[in-house]
């Protein structure tokens, strides 16, 4: 193979600090994200004469994945399973002291109502200010009083260039890009350039096309996906019979997007994505992306 | 001819004795060890059976709590890693390092140790609505547990990574990391009277 792949083998690697979360719907649609290379050596640079001349020219194309926020709904087997799962564990588990405490107020007030009831004889503790219905009430209150944000909302679900669409399923980007003399969909794209490893070519395409305030975290170092393809017969020269372009996963981390991006960008499901990718390239990329 | 007599001498004597016990006991013409010894019953032994199960390893006490060596990064591969779990609900937490366990024993990926840091609990005082005083509303516990990846593949690890943030449930933060000294020392308590006489003999 070319350069690059002696570079992968060659480089020592940049060790990773990720730290991922999943937090509730209120605060926002991506997951919090803190990444620190600790140690990222430059590649080091192979000499002209080493290289072989291959007629395939090299491209890095980034696969931007957003995760899911929410938990997917569950199927009706699967309610019915949960529902009977808490059902039973209801019916095992042991009375905790909230509902002791009800218990014992309970009993104090019946014993108080009774005819012979006689206030010395009680052994006086100290009287809770509050009783624990009381209690009860006040968290029911307060329960009422909030209100959690719609798990789906319709409008925004339609809206394919929006990251927040279908939060409980996780989206791909996909941007529209010149490709020889035609526009197609495809995920973004760049030509690989001297003294650069695959994954910094990867970044840039990410960067080329979408906005400046927008934060990905790559996954690795290593490729997760290729796809080969020639260039039609008019356009093959001596020095170029196709091109080569690996594909490298990345996560969206929390950036609100400041800037409109520079390309018409879509965010679509792994269902979606038959309407818009052309069909050989759909098969390679379709291997490595995970419906989970 | 001096050296050799001895030598025709004791072939003599050698075929002597030979020729005497074939002649009473045609089954010693063979020593192995399935042959019974025995000194004057002939059925003595006759039970043994222990000589012919294969040899076991021997068994020692098994040294627990070694102090695993830190495997460094390679070209190809990551060095020691922590992925740490922590959330509040313990159940869910438990259930995902469970999961990332059984991921990583189904990728054939190394699993040094599996162990839960101590858990924290947190204190939520709430302002009451009338007055100035703070009251304990709630304590929030967090559990936190460590799965110990001793080498994983470079070309395994977006995978690894994607399937497991994939599956991530909501509430329960994912960690990974990468594993130092000062990660091990964590793990123990600190003994207050060790640092007073400690501190004593340096003042």
Not at chain 1, 212 to 228: E, I, R, S
Request: hydrophobic letters at 40%.
């Amino acid at each position: 193979m070319a350069a690059p792949c002696r570079k992968m083998a060659s480089r020592s690697f940049s060790r990773l600090l990720c730290y991922f979360s999943s937090t509730a719907v209120g605060s926002g649609a991506c997951r919090r994200f803190s990444v620190t290379p600790i140690d990222r050596a430059t590649p080091l640079g192979s000499t002209a004469a080493d290289r072989a001349t291959s007629p395939w020219s090299l491209m890095a194309a980034v696969c931007l994945q957003r995760l899911p926020v929410i938990s997917a709904d569950c199927s009706p087997i699967e309610q019915r399973f949960k529902q009977m799962l808490q059902q039973m564990e209801l019916e095992k588990s042991l009375v905790s002291d909230h509902e002791l405490r009800l218990l014992e107020d309970a009993e104090k007030m019946s014993r108080r109502q009774a005819a012979d009831y006689d206030s010395d004889e009680e052994d006086r503790g100290d009287q809770e200010i509050m009783m624990t219905q009381d209690l009860e009430d006040t968290w029911e209150q307060r329960l009422k009083n909030f209100h959690p944000a719609p798990r789906v909302r319709a409008d925004v679900d339609e809206d394919l260039s929006s990251a927040q669409r279908c939060l409980a399923d996780s989206l791909v980007l996909l941007a529209e890009q010149q490709v020889g003399a035609e526009k197609l969909w495809l995920l973004p794209q760049a030509a690989w350039q001297e003294g650069e490893t695959l994954r910094q070519t990867a970044e840039r395409a990410l960067d080329s096309v979408t906005a400046a305030g927008v934060k990905a975290t790559f996954l690795g170092n290593a490729p997760c996906g290729v796809y080969k393809y020639k260039l039609p017969k008019a356009a093959r020269t001596e020095g170029s019979v196709g091109r080569k372009v690996f594909f490298f996963k990345a996560i969206l981390a929390d950036g609100a997007p400041g800037s409109a991006p520079t390309a018409p960008l879509l965010w679509v499901k792994k269902s979606e994505l038959q309407e818009y990718l052309k069909p050989a390239y759909m098969t390679k990329v379709d291997r490595f992306i995970l419906n989970l | 001819l001096q050296v050799t007599f001895p030598q025709q001498a004791s072939i003599l004597n050698l075929s002597l004795c030979r020729a005497t016990p074939s002649i009473q006991h045609p089954m010693w013409s063979t020593a192995s060890i399935n042959e019974r010894q025995y000194r004057d019953m002939p059925t003595h032994g006759i039970g043994r059976w222990r000589h012919l199960l294969p040899k076991q390893a021997s068994k020692k006490k098994k040294v627990r709590n070694q102090v695993k060596d830190l495997v460094s990064a390679t070209d190809t591969a990551y060095g020691t890693l922590n992925v740490k779990v922590s959330g509040y609900d313990m159940t869910v937490v438990e259930h995902y390092s469970q999961y990332i366990h059984n991921l990583c024993n189904r990728l054939n990926i190394k699993v040094a140790e599996s162990y839960a840091l101590p858990t924290k609990s947190t204190e939520v005082l709430l302002m009451q609505e009338q007055g100035n005083k703070t009251f304990v509303d709630a304590v929030l516990k967090t559990h936190q547990r460590v799965v110990q990846l001793s080498s994983l593949n470079a070309s395994l690890c977006p995978v690894f990574m994607d399937v497991i943030l994939k599956n991530q449930p909501e509430g329960v933060q994912l960690s990974v990391q990468e594993h130092t000294e000062a990660d091990y020392l964590l793990r123990f308590k600190a003994r207050p009277e060790l640092d007073g006489l400690i501190a004593q003999i340096y003042q």
